[in-house]
């Protein structure tokens, strides 16, 4: 079986939002999920868009994706990549998908001069961390993530 993974173009916005909804079902945050068929065609395709996403398909059938970003570390002095979703249909797991995708992005992160790639998981999420720690990545247990979203930061943004 033939396994590609190709930029997203915004022809695939509609299926990058049926699998974001499919991975907010499996986190259970469903509900959280606020966004439209325009704001990912928006915010992933349009000009100025600082988002990158990729479409992971097996035998031209669309079986994943992946939405990442370039960050910043002041202590490397060096871009980074943020992969803010990795997702690949419950039934292609376990096929080789997740790496490729993964892989493929850690290319990109290399060629880019880029001193890290990072990403969050949930602390139940026992098979996706057993997955990152098969790759070889580490847990940074010592630092907490922190958001303001919603009414508290256009609160906060008001002073």
Not at 69 to 80: A, I, K, P, Q
Not at 125 to 154: C, S, T
């Amino acid at each position: 079986m033939s396994l590609t993974i190709r930029p997203a173009r915004r022809a695939d916005a509609a299926k990058i939002l049926d699998f974001i909804t499919e991975l907010a079902d499996y986190e259970r945050a469903r509900h959280e999920v606020v966004a439209t068929l325009a704001d990912i065609e928006h915010s992933l395709f349009d000009e100025g868009s600082t988002v990158h996403s990729l479409m992971c398909e097996r035998d031209g059938t669309a079986i994943g994706f992946a939405v990442y970003f370039y960050s910043y570390s002041t202590w490397l002095g060096r871009n980074g990549i943020y992969l803010e979703d990795l997702y690949i249909t419950p039934e292609q797991r376990g096929g080789g998908a997740g790496r490729q995708v993964l892989r493929h992005i850690a290319r990109e992160a290399v060629a880019k001069g880029c001193g890290r790639l990072e990403w969050s998981v949930l602390d139940w999420n026992e098979p996706a961390i057993g997955f990152y720690q098969a790759l070889g990545a580490e847990a940074q247990d010592e630092w907490v993530r922190y958001r303001l979203d919603g009414e508290r930061l256009k609160a906060f943004a008001q002073g």
